[in-house]
């Protein structure tokens, strides 16, 4: 279901996507609104769960995790997916996994230390599990960028029409 926001909201969350700890009073006086109206615009996408949270973006190579890679996943049977997802969900080093169309079933993204440490995720883990029919390894060499999708505001309200509840 789409959220209703309007492009104060817009605005607000563009800032916080850039920063996400740039102080609520700073981003009210760029936008010529008062402190209050940010904190309640911002609680309200919090629980409309546009907002999701704010996290720290790691350099894990600095930290010694120097592979990241992912791999596609083909399921034995489709319908394994519930079943398989919770396993997965278990295992640390998959840091994002994905049910898709196509060769594979589930795409999942990790980060391990090293070389040993992905063939040991691969066999030990991860295709020694029955859903899991096969599985193919795609090391990522370089990552260009990475980055959210950047919000651009319109004249108009976003979404659907507000309901008069202005902050």
Known sequence: MQCKIDNLDMKILSYLQSD????????????????????????????????????????????????????????????QFKEIQEKLKSIPQIVELHYTTGTYSLWAKIIVENMPGLYALL???????????????????NTTFSRDLSLHVRDQDICQSRDNRRA
């Open 20 to 79: 996400s700890r740039k102080p609520f009073l700073e981003i009210a006086r760029e936008l010529n609104v008062s402190g209050g109206t940010i904190h309640s615009r911002v609680n309200r996408l919090r629980e409309e769960g546009v907002i999701q949270g704010t996290k720290i973006v790691l350099d894990y190579d600095r930290l010694g995790h120097s592979v990241v890679a992912f791999i596609g996943i083909r399921l034995a049977k489709a319908g």
């Open 123 to 141: 066999g030990e883990k991860l295709q020694s599990l029955d859903a899991i029919q096969s599985t193919e390894t795609f090391v990522i060499l």
